[in-house]
């Protein structure tokens, strides 16, 4: 192998990796084509008289225009250029579990000071508080038997009792997070939203550690630094889809672990299962799960899961909420509300160009390396965790923008599927990983300097 290394000359691999480059920043610039076509379409429909309703004010974001600065400006931008200069030679040289450690505290760090760009209230303690949150619910939530036996019967709209907005759209595992919060003596919107962005920043550590217990620890400590600084941040400060994201992913990093050690696809399971009741469309990330089952070759260990999925599910059937009724109803409900107005034909393209800001320059040009890898070896590609990963994330993310269930507010809503195309910026090359990490940071404090999201 040295001999034939050492002729090689040096204009070809240097002819290779500017033409791939060149790629990257094409795919960037069709990324950024989409998003500007959104803006532009959804400001016309947003003019007096358009006769279309589309229910955004700062299309294709949910959210408003609205240029600010905030008491985490500062703590952003410095956080920005700290991760940026040392994160990826901290990466590659700190041992592994201290580099988590790290990464998660960072990620905290990061997620916090996005919030607080908006303002503690109204960038932290307000957003789980409003009339259509969860918060709104808890306090008439006094016996939690009767409200799961009760609980499909107050999905639908226009009846005396029926509960708000993300209540109704989600099963009842969302609001029992927040009631069991209630329960403990944590009460209120700043105890809520602490918890919803420390348990959403065990992405950083999910994510990589998936890909570690799949055998590529390289592509594992590159991540890291992307995923402390993922847009996505933005919403898991603080949205309840940020939770949803971290419980998940967390699943779906024992699930890779159990390879290891077989007795920890049980809490996989467990968690993967609860995850189905926090809400309804993370049924798909069973395509994830067993692409990383597949990459195990282990699939006894997907009887294990099953078996705690199987469990979660049982406890809420025999406490009287049964999945299929919630979503049938919620499917109604949906139809009930502002999705009857917001077309199909705008936001089954102006979703993914949501979905676009909220992953980043870097995480779309490794989304593009991603399938250039499989055009070039597809048994490869299959046996990769980085491009397998990544593919299943598309082809989930795919299907839920199809289904239409999901018109607007997907920044946050696919936060859970967003997550696992991370791996993609493995792809990229290393000379210029700093250059797409800066890309990543600048994304993130551009949006939240420009838009007032409402989640």
């Known amino acids: ?170 099963p009842p595992g969302a609001t029992l997070v927040f009631v069991w919060l209630d329960r403990l003596g944590l009460h209120g919107g700043a105890w809520a939203s602490t918890f919803v962005v420390l348990v959403g920043c065990l992405v950083v550590v999910a994510v990589p550690a998936t890909l570690s217990a799949l055998g590529r620890q390289d592509a594992a ?62 049924v798909l990330l069973g395509l994830i799960a067993l692409a990383v089952v597949a990459l195990t070759r282990q699939w006894r260990i997907l009887l294990l899961a099953a078996l705690g999925v199987a469990a979660v599910v049982a406890v809420f059937a025999l406490s009287g909420f049964w999945w299929l009724d919630g979503y049938h109803l919620v499917v109604e409900r949906y139809y009930q509300g502002i999705a009857t107005l917001r077309p199909y034909s705008y936001w089954v393209w102006a979703d993914v160009a949501a979905v676009l800001i909220a992953l980043g320059p870097a995480v779309i040009a490794g989304t593009r390396r991603t399938g250039a890898e499989f055009l070039a070896g597809p048994r490869r590609s299959f046996r990769d965790p980085v491009t397998l990963i990544v593919a299943a994330a598309v082809l989930t993310i795919a299907f839920a923008d199809l289904s239409g269930l999901s018109k607007a507010e997907v920044e946050r809503i696919w936060l859970p599927f967003e997550v696992w195309l991370l791996p993609a910026v493995a792809l990229l090359p290393s000379l210029r990983r700093r250059w797409w990490l800066a890309a990543q940071a600048a994304t993130a404090l551009v949006v939240n300097h420009l838009v007032l999201t409402s989640w």
């Open 221 to 282: 400590r590159t991540v890291l630094p992307f995923a402390v600084l993922t847009p996505g941040a933005i919403w898991i400060g603080v949205s309840a889809d940020g939770l949803f994201a971290g419980v998940t992913a967390t699943g779906i990093a024992l699930l890779a672990l159990a390879a290891r050690r077989r007795i920890l696809a049980l809490p996989a399971g467990l968690l993967l299962g609860f995850g189905l009741f926090l809400s309804y469309g993370l």
């Open 1 to 170: 192998m040295v001999p034939v290394m050492s002729t090689v000359t040096e204009p070809a691999p240097t002819a290779s990796v500017r033409k791939g480059h060149r790629a990257d920043l094409i795919a960037v610039g069709l990324a950024m084509f989409v998003v500007a076509a959104a803006i532009a379409v959804g400001l016309y429909y947003n003019r007096p008289g358009s006769g279309v309703v589309i229910y955004a004010f700062a299309p294709p974001l949910f959210g408003l225009w609205s240029p600010h600065v905030g008491p985490g400006t500062v703590a952003a931008v410095v956080l920005a250029l700290v991760v940026v200069t040392k994160g990826p030679s901290l990466a590659a040289r700190l041992r592994w579990r201290p580099l988590l450690a790290l990464g998660y505290v960072a990620a905290l760090a990061w997620t916090f000071s996005l919030a607080m760009i908006d303002g503690w209230t109204r960038g932290f303690t307000g957003r789980l508080t409003t009339e259509h949150e969860y918060l709104h619910e808890v306090p008439g939530i006094t016996d939690i038997p009767r409200m799961l036996a009760e609980f499909s019967s107050r999905i639908l709209d226009y009846q005396p009792n029926s509960w708000t907005t993300h209540v109704s759209g989600h």
